[in-house]
Nanobody
Framework: QVQLVESGGGLVQAGGSLRLSCAAS????????MGWFRQAPGKEREFVAA????????YYADSVKGRFTISRDNDKNTLSLQINSPKPEDTAVYYC?????????????????WGQGTQVTVSS
């Protein structure tokens, strides 16, 4: 089992930058593909980015491509999301998730474990 705890959310100005982190418990972190999702008020949860267990393969939603970067450190059991040039429409609760025995995927149902989320608010 994997427990995930996100941190790093907060208020950021449009055009600034922010780095989200996700700390994972357990000794099998490297066996999981990882992903970031987000949910804005009144909207469904949507895919943001995913990364393979090795970190060599990444996958992004078109809306964040070129602005967000997903990365992982398997030695430290951490997942990160670097957010550059955020826009007000990036405002949401951001969740990290773990998928065992999966290639990086944008489908929420493929993920086995979820964190509690961290709020990101982008001011214009």
């Amino acid at each position: 089992q994997v427990q995930l705890v996100e941190s790093g959310g907060g208020l950021v100005q449009a055009g600034g930058s922010l780095r989200l982190s996700c700390a994972a418990s357990g000794r099998t972190f490297s066996k999981y593909s990882m992903g970031w999702f987000r949910q804005a008020p009144g909207k469904e949860r949507e895919f943001v980015a995913a990364i393979s267990w090795s970190g060599y393969t990444t996958y992004y939603a078109d809306s964040v491509k070129g602005r967000f970067t997903i990365s992982r450190d398997n030695d430290k059991n951490t997942l990160s999301l670097q957010i550059n040039s955020p826009k007000p429409e990036d405002t949401a609760v951001y969740y990290c998730a773990a998928a065992r025995d999966q290639s990086p995927t944008g489908w929420a149902l493929d993920y086995d474990y979820w964190g509690q989320g961290t709020q990101v608010t982008v001011s214009s």
